[in-house]
């Protein structure tokens, strides 16, 4: 029976971002079913004690730069540290990648959580339009109208609502969020010990 590693994180997350292809890899390469739970960390940041980006102190702020310029050099994964289209509401994204889950399984989901991920921070693109969205899911080759009309639906917006409850319950405070075996590793940079978990 394999593994299942749960995934909290937010599709705007820029660390999340710079985690997701080598969590997708670990999971095929140790055969771990991954679970997505995309969450609304506005919310999971006021019950935990966490500021949202622009009211960090300047220290912080500075800091997370050169942190995200080193990861970036260091996965060669391409990455605008001030992009565009941030901060961005992911909240549609978020129900977007759900919706896609539920109507063609977590793969499909993955991809496009990929594909999202890059939009904002590799590609300039603004991922609180529709329109944006359903090209992003058209291009991995689904109905991005379609996906993006059940995005809507009320049994998603459960599901998100599900997944961040899930969240503040499990007393997560940041994204990514890895829990394997009833462990939790907060961020990319703790995907060695995950890769450890999976392997146990």
């Known amino acids: 029976m394999s593994k299942l590693c749960e995934y909290y994180f937010a599709p705007h997350s820029p660390f999340a971002y710079l985690g997701h292809a080598r969590l997708v890899a670990l999971a095929k390469q140790y055969d771990v079913k991954v679970a997505l739970k995309p969450c609304d960390l506005s919310k999971v940041f006021n019950t935990s004690g966490g500021l949202p980006l622009a009211k960090r102190a300047p220290q912080r702020q500075a800091y997370r730069l050169e942190e995200l310029r080193r990861w970036s050099e260091y996965l060669q994964v391409p990455l605008n540290l001030q992009p ?117």
Request: charge should be negative; glycine fraction near 6%; charged fraction near 20%.
């Open 84 to 200: 565009t289209f941030f901060p961005v509401q992911s909240d549609d994204a978020a129900k977007l990648i759900i919706a896609t889950q539920l109507a063609h399984g977590t793969d499909a989901a993955l991809a496009l959580t990929g594909a999202i991920m890059r939009a904002v921070w590799a590609e300039q693109r603004n991922i609180a339009d529709s329109a944006t969205l359903a090209a992003i899911a058209t291009e991995l080759g689904h109905d991005g109208k379609t996906l993006l009309k059940s995005a809507e639906t009320a049994s998603v917006q459960s599901e998100f609502d599900r997944f961040t409850d899930d969240a503040i319950s499990a007393s997560i405070f940041g994204a990514p969020w890895y829990v394997v075996d009833g462990e939790a590793f907060w961020g990319q940079d703790r995907l060695d010990f995950v890769e450890r978990a999976f392997a146990r």
